[in-house]
């Protein structure tokens, strides 16, 4: 079949190489090979130079806030410059990151620009994300059909992922809320149960992956709402600090108060040498424990508020599903006790209980705690109570590209009769050999206390065999404990591996398996991957 163009001219803009490894990749299509020149930066292209018989082909990442990289930013004010560039087709892939607020705006900016010139797009633009990898052997493919005279196919290929955020929230309904944890016998259910959320996103086109975040936002909850308002007289306040963060108060609030009322207690309490106690205070406190403590109705003012007090906050829990799916699941623990006479609940894990109404998310990428590239790599996955949520998303995205791993699963809970989170799920893809071994450590179902890093001890040859053939390391849960015990019980493993002798078949150097340097070492070659809250 011709080709529909006798050149293809690429030029790309890139500021840490993403975008500049693309096109070189690209230029090195044999299907093309022959009619592609050097590969350019965009700022050494000539529109002048090019005509109808060319094809152009910009890969572009977006820096700064939105803006071109270095090496573009004379592309586009040639372009932005040029009177018509009738008859010129192009095909543009942007590179981003939906982190940031202006999301690919850089190449959408250029792909405006060439449109309003009267350029042809022969594919519509790409905003791709950090994972532009997917998108970019789909965008690939379309090329090649349009190369050799598919138009069609490449008219139809939408490659965008829609950048949602704070202030662009998707609104998710939910489709499913289904109790995870069982009646416990000491009545502790209700106070700790574990949940599955299903949301649905189908239309969204948010893109994702195992290991990756999502952002709720959350309502305030009406109690609390009133509550305030009674407290500053004022009932316009239950709509006012609808959308305000009324729960993790910073410490300016703290010294807007403290310059406010002089309160002698709030300012000890500032002090830099008093800081633990007023993070030991912050701890589970709200505004209006503020309030109640530090002033008196009619020295602050419901507009003093809406002034000092910040935005809600988004709370990011993990995605427990694979990507590339109509809906999205999550495991999150109910919070609930009761503090000074007062029920307090997780602010939005009560309202993804609750609410009645869609909820706002949108998704962040979490590149560190993604599937290692190497698909033959085994893994060991750790994980504590709710902290099974992206390692079962990370099992589940196995299951769902058919990547057969190694896999070990280490969980940990209080009791198993209560707490073993996806029991029946786990114990298929154990039965069906998709996970090599599930071991579980359950605190409270034996006389002494027995924890993942008991687990670890007990399986350390299974253990130390996945780490010798490469395994990556995934941990999941506690910030405070759990990073400390796994590491040690990991490195204990190889105590006794010394006092053993070597062994001859490992992927690490003798050197790294002394007990203090094996995770550090691990970590050094990017095989400890942790999420820790
Ligand atoms: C300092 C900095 C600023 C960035 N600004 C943006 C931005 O405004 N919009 C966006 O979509 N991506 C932004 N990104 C993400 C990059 O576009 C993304 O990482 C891309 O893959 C980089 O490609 P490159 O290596 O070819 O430059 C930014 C990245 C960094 C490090």
Redesign the pocket.
Known sequence: MPAIARRLVIG?????????ALAYSLACNPLWKDATGPVHELNALSLSQMDKEDLLVIV????????P?ANAEQFLARVQQSDALHGLRYVLFG????G???????TKQLDAALQERGAQALIPRVDAD?D?ADFFTQWQAGLMQVWQGQLEAGAQLMLRVTAYGEDNAFAAPVLERKCLSLPAPDGCESECAAHHIRLDVRGSGMAWRAGDTLHVLAKNEPQLLAAIACWLGDAEAIHALQTKELRLISKTVLREIAGKTGHVTLKELLKFSKRKELDAYLFGADILDILEDFATPGQIHLDDLLQWLSPRLPRAYSIASPGASDYLDLCIREIRHSHRDRQRNGMATHWLLNATEPIQVYCRSNPGFHLPQDVQAPLILIGTGTGIAPLIGLLREMQAKGQHRRVCLVFGEKRSNHDFLYREELQALQASAALECLITAFSRDGDSKYYVQHAIAEHGEQLRALVDSGAHIYVCGNKTHLEKAVAGALNALYVSVLSQGPSDQTVLDETDKTPAVLWPSLQAQGRIHQELY
């Open positions: 790309f803009g890139s500021e840490s190489g993403n975008a500049q572009s990442s977006s820096f700064g806030d939105g803006e990289p590179l981003g990151d939906t940031y607020p202006n999301f690919c705006g850089f950090t532009y």
